[in-house]
């Protein structure tokens, strides 16, 4: 039958139209539409957005929320304050982080319907000009890490960091953040397992490629991890070994991923900004050069340190709940005057 209004609900919410059913060497193909396109493989393997849980801090004023998978979530509105292409840069970031073996949350597109957003207000963001609705449609989530009783440090003081096992990560994670020409300061989590030991967790990956409207050309210390102390003295054939890693990166399942997006994540100056992360990547003599002034930043900026007087160091805070996204605590100021952006 063609035309069919039949309407398919999943969890007691709106996904899909049925629109068509035709026969195909003996098997029935059914299409759906998704508000009114086709729906990608992603869009197909989305959750909904069933309970609001509160607001979390961060620029893009994201929340965290409950799905119809039984996952808690950070949930990012499409028509985030911060711009178009936060979506695609928080998707697209993680993946790139998982393709170089560092540790990020999983993620997937959250379907926001109407209902839900008219249902919990309090989601609405704010503005200088008042409230703001948040659109419906697929919005970005990124799994909440704290579930099952697992506890997140998000700063950690210095006797600590010899508790962290994938320490040595934070430089390979720095080098990739220069050829994203990630805008912010890099973000962690720091997850606590029974033993004590803490996983570091990559996470606010919107910053990535030229910032969430596309447009900026940072300088390469703009992503150092505040805390210089994560980034401990480290071997030379350690450092030649993140050019393996860019070398070996499968560029064309990247790009698969990129296709899978929904189509109102991709925007030009998105894939534009993808495209030149992944040459410099590709740039072994481009990558060389960034890991020397990297190794050279962080020997002045150790000397800078060494010559001041010492400091206490901070104390630990403890996040029972989720911590700031797009934020982070200034734990030390170098003479370049870091910029962090909210």
Known sequence: MRGSSLIFCHFGLLVARFTSKMALNGFSVVHFRFFGRAMTALERDSACVTGYVRNLRGGSQPILAQASDGQLYVVKFTNNLQGANLPFNESMGSELYRACGLAVPQWKPLLVHDSFIEQNQDCWMQTPEGRLRPERGLCFGSRYLGGDGMRLLEILPGNSFKRVRNLKSFWLAWMIDICAQHTDNRQSLFQEDDSGRLNAFFVDHGHMFGGPKGEHQPRFQASHYLDYRVYRSVSSQYLLSFQKIAGSLDLDQLWKCVQKLPDNWKTQSA??????????????????????????????????????????????????????????????????????CA
């Not at 020397?292 to 160091?313: C, L, Q, W, Y």
């Not at 996040?319 to 170098?334: F, I, N």
Request: glycine letters at 4%.
């Open 271 to 340: 894939f534009d900004r993808f495209a030149q992360c992944l040459h410099r990547l590709s740039n072994a003599s481009l990558l060389q050069n960034i890991l020397e002034t990297m190794v050279d930043f962080h020997r002045r900026t150790n000397e800078r340190k060494d010559a001041k007087s010492e400091r206490k160091p901070p104390r630990a805070v403890l996040c029972l709940g989720v911590p700031a996204t797009g934020t982070g605590q200034r734990l030390s100021e170098t003479a370049d005057n870091y910029r962090a």
